[in-house]
């Protein structure tokens, strides 16, 4: 079991950047799947970031949305088991809550979620 506790949401400019981080009570880099998703007024939930398990085929990388790449970042604090979304280039779309989520195999486990909202 692992619970996930996102932060840093709020309201953000048209054009600015925010971070939001993902706290996680253990380490999850090495079997895990970590994403972040987020779900935007009247639209279905969306994944933004997938990080692959370090142990896996894919050995750590990320994977971003058409819609964020190159404007969203992820950067990961392992010692202090924190997972960072920055985004930049901050859209009107950018704004809804954002989670992060992470399992083996699905997404077993979610945060509660952060809001942004972007005008």
């Known amino acids: 079991h692992v619970q996930l506790e996102e932060s840093g949401g709020g309201a953000a400019p048209l054009g600015g950047s925010v971070t939001l981080s993902c706290s996680t009570s253990?380490?999850?880099?090495?079997?895990?799947?970590i994403g972040w998703f987020r779900k935007s007024p009247g639209k279905d939930r969306e994944g933004v970031a997938t990080?692959?398990?370090?142990?896996?085929?894919?050995?750590?990388?990320?994977y971003f949305a058409d819609s964020v790449k190159g404007r969203f970042n992820v950067r990961r604090d392992m010692a202090k088991y924190i997972v960072y979304l920055t985004m930049d280039s901050l859209k009107p779309e950018d704004t809804g809550m954002y989670y992060c989520?992470?399992?083996?195999?699905?997404?077993?486990?979610w945060g509660q979620g952060t809001q942004v909202t972007v005008s």
């Open positions: 989520a992470a399992g083996s195999r699905s997404y077993d486990y």
């Open positions: 253990r380490n999850i880099y090495d079997q895990d799947y």
């Open positions: 990080i692959y398990p370090s142990t896996g085929g894919n050995s750590g990388g990320i």
